[in-house]
Structure formats: structure tokens, C-alpha cells
């Protein structure tokens, strides 16, 4: 077996293939087969390959070896020991080199190396950044892991060149301090950037609140216990606060603490994003969390232009509207819409009925009633049978909590506990349905009302423009689902909202794949293209030399894809190296 080159001129470059070749007999004939296709074998990588291999064959030197990465024809053969050839050192490369190109591509490299230039440190601080975002992309753990066992076994070694030996929590941790001054700084930068890759404009930003839980102690300044998204009360939160456009591509975002509600943080958020991206003639849409009568009148004061969903209390203000079946207009299958003009004509009121939400909502208020009934006659025949005396409160309390459960269909009773002295548990309950709740409810289900001081929008732009908020909902399904910002295990402050900024971070590179592979035909699912590609490997070809010395030569190629996904990485457009530099501290 030897190494055989050919020499290519492509865009007036030479370029020098290198294969691995081997010579078998059919007869009295022997021909040459291709084993393995090595790819350009780069400057130092000839340099590597000849201290590795100064002799393949018996007869050869360390000056005829020098030659054979020259650009010139080798003057002979270089044999090496079949038997002995291996794989060795396989690393997980498909997806942490796409997260490396979606890095690049958002010039985030750069970015950092200007905000973080090189000091004394071994490692830079832009690298490590760059590892943790990749890593939160590619396969969401804690740094303790990513430094410990992820690492390692992908080939970001060889496309950042930071040695594993190099890489440990404490450098990860403390990376997490030196990102989080620059969060402003980043968030501008990409504003920039996506705009220039997709052509995005930002007249219109989705604003939404969420929460994520901490497990352990936490700094008591913004971990607090507040309402749960996540549906654990039981750990203290921290609440987030995030602007996307109406594609969903990432503004910017603020934290408060976990007991922040979301009426509160209105007016921080919207001066903070006006003061780092400007005011313009933004539209602002928010879910129905965010309404006061204080934010409304702020809004309407500042000229501030907004489209914002209601409590469902403000249907009752709507009664004869929704009872009028005049001037309702369907817009979309199922969806029908009817315009109201607000007291004083400062603002439209856009009032929206579903027909699968009013059966989805008839439903559950039928499966809460039957909840309600069942546990009234349960408890009613448990005081018939009672031999002894009861205690109102608990009976009352129970009643309460049987209603609490069963909130959406709570007030369709009345329920009274009263005193029975003919009776051994002293007690009567009894109960009826209310008539007018039967009458709303059928009038209101399905139903909920938007509120915008537009004017010049027709129904169906109101309607199509509150909708897009679903985008910021699917932000944090993404932020929480697929790079698991929850549960956060920091404890100190700056590490928290580190934390969430290289979460934010890795959104930003997991909506730009979303929007790349939605351009190139193969769906909207990057985990999808994620997984598949992580099992594309880079491997060490290890061929030692046939003249006794123990000597090997040393390439490091990426294995060829599967059809699968070599069709996903002609659809984006991208073409796999063959063959990776070896790092400095490779020997033989």
C-alpha cells in the first residue's frame, strides 16, 4: 500500500490530492486500487505527515519523504504495512462544524475577538464563548459536562484548535463572567447581521414573558418565587422577558425577578429596546399579561403604536356586540372577526371568535361541571351518613378547594353550607346551577377581544398581526425545550444571566439553520438536521511504515456521508472537507 497524488488547477490555484492507494494481483496482472480518498494534504500537515513517515519503504529517507508533500511528482513509491492500518480517534463532527459555520457566518468570531481581544490567557475568551454556544446548540448540558465528556469527544478541537487539555470548568465559568458585560454590544451586533442575511425589518416586535426555575439555592436578589410557567412553585424563578420580530429572529431581553409580574415590566422593556435600536414606528404586540389601565395610558401618551390581547373579564363590556350576530366577518376558515370603536375613539377593539376554540372550550367547562357535581354529591352523601357532628369550616374549605381546582366552571354554582339541626352531622349542603352563567358562556365561548390604537389596519391585519405572537411563544418553547435553559444551576447573579445570554446566544444561531434549511426545502426542525449530521465522524487514519522502525503516518479525514446526509448538505449548499489539520502537539 502507498500514497499516490494528482494535481488539479482550479481557479488558477493548484491543488494536490493525496490517496491511499494499494497494488493486487488478478493473474499475471497487477492493478492499483484506491483505499481511501486523503484530500489535500495542507502545509502543515506535510509537515506532520513527514516527521511521521520519514521512511515508507526500506530504501527510503528523510529527504525522499520531504519531497513527497512537494508539489512536485514523487521519483518512486512509499509502501506501507497493510495489516496495520487503522481508525482511530473518532469525533462527532457534522453538527459542532455547522454550529462553527452558523458562528462564523453571524461574524460572532469576530465580534467577540474585538470585544474580548487575546491576552496572556492559553485559551481565548472568544473561543471558549464560542465552545459554550455551540455546545448549548448542539447538545444542551452544563459546563461541568461540556468540559468533562462533551468536549472531547467532537472534533471542536480541530476547528478551534483548543486542546481538550486546555478546556476545564473553571475556564468555562469563568468565560461566563467576561461574555455577560458585552450583552448589549452582542444584541446590537445581531440585529445587524440578521438583518443583512434575511432581509428583516423590525417595524413590528413581538413582546412575551416567561419564567425558568432554579434547582438549589440561588442569589435571593432575582431567584424568587413567583407564578410558574414551568408549573413548580416549589423553586424560586427568575422571570425573562423577550423581543423578537415577527419571524421570530431575536431583538434583545430583559430579566427581573421570578415575583415579577408581567403588567410591570412593560414600560422597562420598551424604553430598552427603543434606547438601543431607536424608536422609529414600531408596532408592539403583547398577550393580554401585559394590560393596565397605567400601561394602556402610557402607550397612548408616548404615541406608541400597539396591538395587545385582553383580559377575558373585558368580554362583559361586549355583551350586546357579541349577542348582535350583525357585522361579524370571517376572515379565515373557522375564524370570524367583528369591529368595535373603543368609548372615545382613541382605540379599536377587534372582537375574535374561533369555532374550534368554542368547542374546545364548551368541553372543558362541561368536564369542570361534572368535576364540581360529582365531588358535591360525594360530599353531600358523606354528610347524610354522617354519625357525628362536623366541622363547617372544614366542609366550607373543601368546597373551596373542590371549586379552586375547577375554576373555569367555579361560578356556575351557588353553594351553601347551613345549619341542620335535625340532622347528626348538624350540617345541610345544597347547590344550583345559575341560569345566566349557561346563557354567558354559550355567548362568550370561543370569544376574546384585541385592543390596538391603529386605526387604518383592517380586521383581518389586527387579527394577523396578534397572532405573530405565537412566534415569541415558540421563542421560549425552543429556549426551554431544545436548548434546556431550565432548569439553572448557577447561584451567583452574573452567572445566571450569563447563563441565559449564551442561551440566547444559541437561539440566534438555531433561528438562522431554521431559516437557512426552510429556504433550502428541508423543513423547519434544526434538531432534525442536528441529529442527523452529528453522526457524520472525523477519524485518524493511522498507516504504519513497512521498514521496521515502528514509525506511522497520521491523517486526519472526516468520513464520508451517508446519502441522507450528504442530500441535506447539497440542499444547503455545503460540500464536507476531507481532511482536517492536525494539531501541534500531534507526535508520531
Not at 462527532?92 to 459555520?101: D, K, R
Not at 472531547?152 to 473553571?170: F, I, K, N, P, S
Not at 361560578?411 to 351553601?416: C, D, E, H, L, N
Not at 426552510?518 to 487514519?541: K, W, Y
Request: a positive charge; charged letters at 30%; hydrophobic letters at 40%.
Amino acid at each position: 500500500m502507498y500514497l499516490r497524488h494528482t494535481t488539479r488547477r482550479k481557479d488558477g490555484k493548484t491543488h494536490v490530492y493525496w490517496q491511499l492507494v494499494r497494488s493486487v494481483r488478478h493473474g499475471r496482472k497487477v492493478v492499483q486500487q484506491t483505499v481511501a480518498q486523503l484530500g489535500e494534504l495542507d502545509g502543515e500537515g506535510r509537515a506532520r505527515a513527514e516527521a511521521l513517515a520519514r521512511s515508507i519503504s526500506g530504501h527510503a529517507s528523510a529527504s525522499f519523504q520531504g519531497e513527497l508533500f512537494d508539489h512536485a511528482e514523487p521519483t518512486g513509491l512509499l509502501t506501507i504495512k497493510l495489516d496495520g492500518v487503522r481508525l482511530e480517534r473518532s469525533r462527532s463532527f457534522g453538527a459542532v462544524w455547522l454550529g462553527w459555520l452558523l458562528w462564523r457566518g453571524l461574524k460572532l468570531d469576530d465580534l467577540l475577538s474585538e470585544l474580548l481581544p487575546p491576552g496572556r490567557e492559553r485559551v481565548s475568551w472568544a473561543d471558549v464563548i464560542a465552545i459554550l454556544v455551540i455546545g448549548r446548540l448542539c447538545e444542551p448540558s452544563s459546563e461541568l459536562h461540556v468540559a468533562e465528556r462533551w468536549y472531547r469527544t467532537t472534533a471542536l478541537q480541530d476547528l478551534l484548535g483548543v486542546y481538550t487539555e486546555h478546556l476545564y470548568d473553571e475556564r468555562l465559568y469563568r468565560a461566563l463572567d467576561r461574555v455577560l458585560p458585552h450583552k448589549e454590544a452582542i444584541e446590537k451586533h445581531l440585529v445587524k447581521r440578521l438583518g443583512e442575511l434575511f432581509d428583516l425589518d423590525y417595524d413590528l416586535l413581538l413582546y412575551d414573558v416567561t419564567s425558568t426555575y432554579f434547582e438549589g439555592v440561588a442569589d435571593p436578589e432575582i431567584a424568587k418565587r413567583g407564578y410558574s410557567r414551568d408549573h413548580r412553585p416549589d423553586c424560586v424563578q427568575v422571570n425573562i422577558a423577550l423581543v423578537v420580530t415577527r419571524e421570530g429572529m431575536p431583538l434583545g431581553y430583559e430579566i427581573f425577578a421570578g415575583n415579577t409580574t408581567d403588567v410591570t415590566t412593560v414600560k422597562q422593556v420598551v424604553e430598552s429596546m427603543e434606547s438601543r435600536f431607536g424608536k422609529v414606528n414600531r408596532v408592539w404586540v403583547m398577550d393580554r399579561g401585559m394590560v393596565s389601565a397605567k400601561n394602556i395610558a402610557w402607550l397612548n401618551a408616548t404615541g406608541r403604536r400597539y396591538v395587545i390581547g385582553t383580559a377575558r373579564a373585558e368580554l362583559s363590556r361586549f355583551a350586546k356586540e357579541l349577542a348582535d350576530n350583525a357585522d361579524w366577518r370571517q376572515i379565515r376558515e373557522n375564524i370570524e372577526v367583528k369591529i368595535c370603536r373603543g368609548p372615545d375613539g382613541s382605540e379599536t377593539f377587534l372582537l375574535c371568535r374561533s369555532a374550534s376554540r368554542v368547542e374546545k372550550e364548551k368541553a372543558m367547562h362541561e368536564r369542570f361541571s361534572k368535576r364540581i357535581e360529582e365531588g358535591l354529591q360525594s360530599l353531600a352523601r358523606r354528610i347524610e351518613k354522617s354519625q357525628s357532628a362536623l366541622d363547617r369550616g372544614k366542609i366550607e374549605r373543601q368546597i373551596g378547594r373542590l371549586l379552586e381546582r375547577n375554576s373555569r366552571a367555579g361560578a356556575r354554582y351557588s353553594i351553601a353550607v347551613s345549619e341542620d339541626g335535625g340532622a347528626p352531622a348538624g350540617l345541610k349542603l345544597k347547590w344550583s346551577q345559575r341560569p345566566e352563567w349557561d346563557h354567558w358562556a354559550r355567548l362568550s365561548e370561543g370569544t376574546y377581544v384585541l385592543r390596538s390604537n391603529i386605526h387604518d389596519w383592517t380586521d383581518e391585519e389586527l387579527w394577523k398581526t396578534y397572532i405573530q405572537l405565537s412566534e415569541a411563544e415558540a421563542a421560549f418553547r425552543i429556549h426551554k425545550s431544545d436548548l434546556c435553559i431550565r432548569p439553572i444551576w448557577h447561584h451567583k447573579q452574573g452567572r445566571i444571566k450569563a447563563h441565559i445570554l449564551i442561551c440566547f446566544l444559541a437561539y440566534a444561531l438555531w433561528k438562522t439553520l431554521q431559516k437557512w434549511q426552510s429556504r433550502a426545502g428541508l423543513g423547519d426542525s434544526p434538531r432534525t438536521i442536528l441529529t442527523e449530521l452529528s453522526r457524520i465522524h472525523s477519524a485518524d487514519i493511522v498507516l504504519p511504515l513497512a521498514d521496521g522502525s515502528k514509525r506511522e503516518l497520521r491523517l486526519r479525514c472526516v468520513v464520508r456521508p451517508e446519502r441522507e446526509q450528504q442530500l441535506i448538505l447539497q440542499h444547503l449548499g455545503l460540500s464536507l472537507p476531507e481532511r482536517l489539520r492536525l494539531p501541534a502537539l500531534a507526535q508520531m
